[in-house]
């Protein structure tokens, strides 16, 4: 029998389990998802404590602030005890200057990976999305997670995503000792702005003739979920996250009570890359391949390990379409609310196929 006081051994006990827990540091952690998954983590029993990271401070009770620049050298102090890097400080945002939200995007991830490794932690966790598997016509529904990375650059900040992407599987190359994982969720709802949230606020749903749409959601909840479980160890790797199963086309349509407006693919490609190339719209005619093909995951690494979504894809359309209702937009371009109401369904047809009246006063304004 040891001679050692129960209460001592008690003790001993409970700063075993506390220094088990790991120190877990959030960037981006004032808004967004970032301030999600701080709020969850500090809240947890599992985290021994949150240093939450980004260019001014946000409300996280019980979270170290460390305010600075992600892609400032000296975050790798910053970092120094932390086993955990969760990095979400990226700038996906639709009026976003293209070439500056790249610079961000890639200079942090490059900054937070390599102040990681120096700063001694054992464990990054990178987030883009499912879409850098590419949105193809022979794509498996769904596809396994170490499928192949068929995204091209033509869409909205995939580019960044891919970019990210290759950051991390080069780091622990790099970095012996650094272990990286990657979360790719599916079509994000919930408080999110982004080309695939607006494409339901069209008056009509834009089908591309031929095509066959899947659709399957991801609610933040879930994904916030899904970075818990990454930031504890629970799962590695490669992760793809969202709903169980897809929608149909005609399944959303009914669900929605939207009509669909189809177009040739010809005509609705040509006219969404005319309309970006003047300015008009947000959207590069690669994001209209993700309304077309299926890119549908099956999340199976995070089901093996316990997790399970709390949303259906059901849940989170009505979600969505609750969101998007004060809204209005077409080809990705949001509209003010004259121009809702004098659109209408013909309006929002040549708006697609060629927007003439705009396009007409974008070359006068340049010939001017």
């Not at 892609?71 to 790798?76: F, K, S, V, Y």
């Not at 596809?143 to 068929?150: I, K, T």
């Not at 196929?353 to 974008?362: C, E, K, M, P």
Request: charged share 25%.
């Amino acid at each position: 029998m040891s001679s050692q006081p129960r209460q001592v051994r008690s003790r001993q006990t409970a700063e075993g389990a506390s220094n088990n827990r790991p120190v877990v540091a959030v960037t981006g952690a004032a808004s967004g998802i970032g301030h999600r998954l701080a709020l969850r983590l500090a809240e947890s029993e599992e985290v021994r404590k949150v240093v939450a990271i980004d260019e001014r401070r946000g409300d996280v009770p019980g979270a170290h602030w460390r305010v600075l620049d992600v892609r400032d050298p000296a975050i790798a102090e910053r970092l120094r005890g932390a086993d955990v890097v969760v990095h979400l400080a990226l700038d996906l945002g639709l009026e976003s200057d293209p070439a500056a939200r790249t610079a961000y995007n890639v200079r942090g991830t490059q900054t937070v990976l390599t102040a990681a490794a120096a700063a001694g932690v054992h464990r990054v966790v990178l987030c883009t999305s499912a879409m850098v598997y590419g949105a193809l016509p022979d794509n498996d529904v769904p596809l396994a997670e170490d499928a192949p990375l068929r995204a091209t650059e033509e869409a909205t900040a995939v580019g960044d995503l891919l970019e990210i992407e290759r950051l991390g599987r080069r780091a622990p190359r790099a970095h012996p000792g650094l272990n990286v994982t990657v979360v790719r969720p599916s079509v994000l709802v919930g408080g999110v702005d982004t080309v695939l949230t607006r494409h339901f606020e069209a008056p009509r749903l834009l089908v591309v003739a031929g095509s066959r749409p899947c659709w399957q959601f991801c609610h933040v909840d879930d994904l916030v979920c899904a970075l818990e479980y990454a930031a504890l160890g629970k799962v590695e790797g490669e992760l793809a996250v969202g709903c169980d199963g897809w929608l149909e086309q005609e399944e959303v349509e009914e669900l929605s009570g939207i009509r669909r407006m189809e177009l040739p693919a010809s005509i609705a490609l040509g006219a969404a890359s005319r309309l970006h190339r003047l300015g008009l719209t947000p959207s590069p005619a690669g994001d209209l391949a993700y309304t077309m093909h299926p890119w549908v995951v099956s999340g199976s690494k995070l089901h093996e390990a316990g997790w399970r979504p709390t949303w259906t894809n059901e849940e989170a359309l009505a979600e969505l379409l609750e969101e998007v209702s004060e809204h209005t937009a077409v080809a990705g371009r949001r509209l003010g609310r004259k121009d809702a109401t004098t659109l209408g369904a013909a309006g929002a047809t040549v708006a697609l196929v060629g927007t003439a009246a705009l396009v007409r006063r974008a070359r006068k304004r340049r010939r001017g």
